[in-house]
């Protein structure tokens, strides 16, 4: 299962979208799919619109994150374009909203069908409801779908820090961490109700950077790539390697 930051289809841009970060994240599903992985993304929409915003906006929060399932399905169309234009590769795109027109529903045995027949699945609006991010329905749709782990692809960082590298140089980064750990100390890497699904699943989530290339391939190889989130391996740094 990878998990895709609506902002990784923003990179480098002023803009809601970015050709070239779009291409980029299309290019390293496919690396996953040609490596014979069975690929399903959860895609989020925070470079349109997030539902923690409205009270900035003077909005209900049910509304905001009702915008924010869209841009979902806004983001999910625009990849699922951009990879049958670059490939040959079948892809569906499945909603947790009804979108006839657009996309099929979210059905979990018809979702586990197409990956088995070899298909991309993009899976969009969240799992239908308020008040969650979209952290939540990566991994609620991987345990589903019996994935292997959630890879957790970031934009612009390449790993979880203990503080945020953008602001503190000398942050040192995780090379593994425990569910425990991460939910204790209330890191934001993801979600803490995701963490504790996840936790309470033992599904294993790796945290890698968009920016670095094949990274999500070399984390399937068993290569140390990023941080890996589980509770079996402790807590380490790459400073202490």
């Known amino acids: 299962m990878v998990k895709i930051s609506g902002e990784a289809l923003a990179s480098g841009s002023s803009g809601v979208f970015s050709d070239s970060a779009i291409s980029a994240v299309v290019q390293e599903i496919l690396k996953l799919h040609n490596d014979g992985a069975e690929v399903a993304c959860v895609i989020g929409g925070g470079n349109i619109f997030r539902g923690s915003v409205s009270s900035d906006w003077n909005i209900e929060r049910v509304e905001a994150d009702n915008v924010g399932m869209l841009?979902?399905?806004?983001?999910?169309?625009?990849?699922?374009?951009?990879i049958e234009?670059?490939?040959d590769v079948e892809v569906r795109l499945m909603s947790a909203l009804t979108i006839p027109q657009i996309g099929e529903p979210y059905i979990r045995r018809r979702a586990a069908r197409h990956l088995e027949k070899?298909?991309?699945?993009?899976l969009c609006g969240g799992i239908g409801e308020p008040y969650l991010t979209t952290d939540y329905p990566s991994?609620?749709?991987?345990?589903?779908?019996?994935?292997?782990?959630?890879?957790?692809?970031?934009?612009?960082?390449?790993?979880?820090?203990?503080?945020?590298?953008?602001?503190?140089?000398?942050?040192?980064?995780?090379?593994?961490?425990?569910?425990?750990?991460?939910?204790?100390?209330r890191l934001t890497f993801m979600d803490q109700a995701a963490l504790v699904l996840a936790q309470q699943h033992k599904m294993r989530v790796h945290v890698v950077g968009f920016d670095q290339s094949g990274a999500a391939g070399r984390v399937l190889k068993g290569e140390t790539v990023g941080t890996t989130i589980t509770d079996d391996g402790g807590v380490t740094f790459y400073e202490d390697a």
Do not use: H, W
Request: net charge positive.
């Open 85 to 87: 234009a670059t490939s």
């Open 118 to 122: 070899r298909r991309l699945v993009l």
């Open 71 to 82: 841009g979902t399905i806004a983001n999910g169309i625009l990849l699922r374009a951009k």
């Open 139 to 185: 991994v609620q749709r991987a345990i589903e779908l019996d994935c292997d782990c959630v890879l957790a692809m970031k934009n612009g960082i390449d790993g979880v820090y203990v503080t945020d590298p953008r602001k503190d140089p000398d942050a040192k980064l995780y090379r593994t961490l425990t569910f425990e750990k991460a939910i204790k100390d």
